[in-house]
């Protein structure tokens, strides 16, 4: 996936006109297809681990929703960023852990069940947090409206994902004979997001300069490192340090830039973040998955 990603997204950088067939206002309906998916696929007893490990779940959850958010904020704060740049870069920060972190964590050999409970966890809290941590960290430099963000959380990863669910409860028999085919869906998903998000602001994004890059490669690889740390702070297994490093790391980039479209639509260039750490950690876990198999 990492190498579709970063070749339909290089595409779209430097050859715009081939993607600008997928419209933005794709975006909020590509993003319900994955979450659906997510849905069609959880069980409830992925919660069940909240119960019987709710340490670890705690430990992981906290810090995801201070580690990342705070970083963002540095490194904009850091490396000078314009107040749209710094909404984007909030964003990516604000929002919960993906469901690639999950992936990750399987070919990583961590505790692929505590990976999946964090991001489960953390999408439920993510209407209640992402606005109000966007609020706290922005209100000084822009308007946030955090009812709208609220609104557009509710509507594009909590609705789509009870439904999945649902379905998934009531007509299980079923489900299980599409469920091979829903990675792919989400994958295709995934890459219209990016395409479309690139090529209308490729020429922004290439205005930028290598900045917006920097501040975006240090916000995954220091959160994969705090993560990681922490894993060792609580004394964390191996396989649980990997869990939470990943989870930690990795954001649901797709809701940041949805949410930089729908409650800053003044703001373009906050779109920008969240499209290339879209591509990007997709990129970095599959590298830090192959590391952690090298025995680390």
Same mark, same amino acid.
């Given at each position: 996936?990492?190498? /579709? #990603? ?7 950088? $430097? ?9 933005? *206002? ?9 979450? $659906? ?17 709710? @340490? ?8 995801? $929703?201070? #580690? ?10 850091? $490396? ?23 992936? /990750? ?33 922005? @209100? ?12 557009? /959380?509710?509507?594009?990863?909590? #609705?789509? /994902? ?9 007509? *299980? ?11 792919? %869906? ?14 209308? =602001? ?6 930028? *300069? ?21 894993? #060792? ?16 790391? +990795?954001? =649901? ?13 003044? +703001?373009?260039?906050?779109? %920008? ?11 970095? *876990? ?7 198999? @090298?025995?680390?």
């Amino acid at each position: 996936m990492a190498w /579709i #990603v970063l070749v339909i997204a290089a595409m779209a950088l $430097f050859l715009p006109q081939t993607c600008l067939w997928i419209q933005t *206002g794709w975006i909020n309906y590509l993003l319900m297809i994955v979450m $659906f998916g997510m849905g069609m696929t959880a069980k409830l007893s992925d919660f069940a681990i909240v119960f019987k490990r709710p @340490r670890d779940v705690m430990i992981g959850c906290a810090a995801q $929703f201070i #580690v990342m958010p705070l970083l963002a904020f540095l490194l904009g704060k850091a $490396f000078s960023l314009n107040d749209e740049l710094l909404v984007g870069v909030v964003l990516v920060g604000t929002c919960p852990g993906g469901t690639s972190s999950n992936v /990750i964590t399987y070919l990583s050999k961590g505790d692929t069940a505590l990976s999946i409970g964090m991001t489960s966890i953390n999408t439920l809290l993510a209407p209640l947090l992402t606005p109000l941590l966007t609020y706290l960290y922005l @209100r000084t430099s822009v308007t946030v409206d955090v009812m709208s963000m609220f609104m557009s /959380i509710i509507q594009v990863v909590i #609705v789509p /994902i009870g439904l999945g669910l649902l379905i998934n409860r009531v007509f *299980g028999k079923y489900t299980q004979k599409i469920s091979a085919v829903l990675p792919t %869906v989400s994958v295709t998903a995934i890459c219209l997001i990016v395409a479309a998000v690139v090529s209308h =602001n490729s020429e922004k994004i290439r205005s930028t *300069g290598l900045v917006i890059f920097a501040v975006v490669i240090l916000h995954n690889l220091l959160g994969y490192l705090c993560g990681y740390l922490i894993g #060792v702070l609580f004394h964390m297994d191996l396989p649980r340090k990997k869990a939470v490093a990943i989870e930690i790391g +990795m954001q =649901n980039s797709g809701l940041a830039t949805t949410l930089a479209g729908t409650s800053f639509p003044g +703001m373009a260039m906050a779109t %920008v973040p969240g499209a290339i750490f879209s591509v990007w950690h997709n990129i970095s *876990g599959a590298l830090l998955a192959g590391w952690f198999n @090298r025995g680390w």
